[in-house]
């Protein structure tokens, strides 16, 4: 059984940083791909960005440029370096763990909220 965890969110001013983390148990996380989302309240949660077990990259439009998603195979942990923070950032952020078999692993989640 794979556990993820993910740790700090927080409160930011508008234009601010935060750096999320995300550890995962097991020793086979380098071959797996991984994944942050995101859910506001009232909104479907949403892919933010992707990692590959290869290290190929994606995001969505409206983090590019912004956000930057990287992983540590040394220390199981995928991170998420968020810049230029807006409100519209404001949401509980999820990491996922594309399992094998289709099976999804997913995170306790951690609040980041973005308000002056």
């Known amino acids: 059984q794979v556990q993820l965890v993910e740790s700090g969110g927080g409160l930011v001013h508008p234009g601010g940083s935060l750096r999320l983390s995300c550890a995962a148990s097991g020793n086979t996380f380098s071959i797996y791909g991984m994944g942050w989302f995101r859910q506001a309240p009232g909104k479907q949660r949403e892919l933010v960005a992707s990692i590959s077990s290869a290290g190929i990259r994606t995001y969505a439009d409206s983090v590019k440029g912004r956000f930057t998603i990287s992983r540590d195979n040394d220390k199981n942990t995928v991170y998420l370096q968020m810049n230029s923070l807006k409100p519209e950032d404001t949401a509980v952020y999820y990491c996922?763990?594309?399992?094998?078999?289709?099976?999804?692993?997913w995170g306790q989640g951690t609040q980041v909220t973005v308000s002056s």
């Open positions: 996922r763990l594309a399992g094998p078999y289709g099976v999804a692993y």
